[in-house]
């Protein structure tokens, strides 16, 4: 149990949906993160929120839309996506000011875009 | 390119072996970070490491941060079926604006 909680585990969707991931960190951390994970490839950073102020968007597709409505929670809402986002969704959190970025990731969410 | 160069990329061995793996980059790194993935879990932070040098132990699991700076090792001693999983080294880099790069994963399966 690492404190980072992802719902649902696994998503299949068609490309012309609309679905929402959704993570929760019991930590009292106030950084989160969202990952994107493909096999035999590095973890991609793809967003980060600080104090609920998204800091960083990798590049990411505007298909992908985070959302962070308080510092316990984090969304990543999909939509009109592609085969190739298909892959493992990773959740994390991290205290803001400690070296060494996210501590603590949730299990992910496993999507597959039909 | 590839920021950081992970390696083996897997590797099988034998129950009670000692096992070797380490990360690689061209850039200076100024803190390295080790993590375990279980399949069909998150990623699990194993050791982190500040200092060119430093040399940190959890458990049967040893990490050093290289004295080049642009190198880390993991190591395992006498390996257990529950050892199996992916391995991740990570880095942060100011070539990379402190952004944490991770390797592409070393995958251990332990023969019992």
């Known amino acids: 149990e690492t404190g980072v909680t992802q719902t649902p585990r696994h998503l299949v969707m068609g490309m012309t949906n609309k679905k929402s991931l959704k993570c929760e960190q019991h930590?009292?951390?106030?950084?989160m993160y969202w990952y994107k994970q493909s096999a035999k490839k590095p973890l991609e950073l793809m967003f980060v929120?600080?104090?609920?102020?998204?800091?960083e968007n990798n590049s990411v597709p505007s298909r992908f839309s985070p959302e962070c409505p308080n510092s316990s929670h984090l969304f990543l809402h999909l939509h009109t996506l592609q085969p190739e986002d298909s892959a493992l969704y990773l959740c994390?959190?991290?205290?803001?000011?400690?070296?060494?970025?996210?501590?603590?990731f949730g299990p992910g969410t496993r999507l597959t875009v039909l | 390119g590839q920021q950081l160069n992970q390696s083996p990329q897997s590797m099988f061995i034998q129950e009670g072996e000692d096992v070797s793996m380490n990360c690689t980059s061209s850039?200076?790194?100024?803190?390295w970070l080790w993590y375990k993935q279980d399949p069909g879990e998150g990623p699990v932070l194993l050791i982190a490491?500040?200092?060119?040098?430093e040399l940190t132990s959890n458990g049967r699991l040893t990490a050093q941060f290289g004295t080049t700076r642009k190198d880390s090792f993991l190591n395992i001693s006498a390996s257990i079926p529950s050892d199996v999983g992916i391995y991740f080294c990570?880095?942060?880099?100011?070539?990379?604006?402190?952004?944490?790069?991770f390797g592409a994963g070393t995958i251990l399966r332990v023969k019992s």
């Open positions: 850039s200076i790194f100024n803190t």
């Open positions: 994390a959190s991290s205290q803001v000011g400690l070296a060494g970025g996210p501590r603590f």
């Open positions: 930590l009292g951390h106030n950084a």
């Open positions: 929120y600080s104090l609920e102020e998204r800091v």
């Open positions: 490491l500040y200092k060119a040098g």
């Open positions: 990570a880095g942060q880099s100011s070539e990379y604006g402190n952004k944490l790069v």
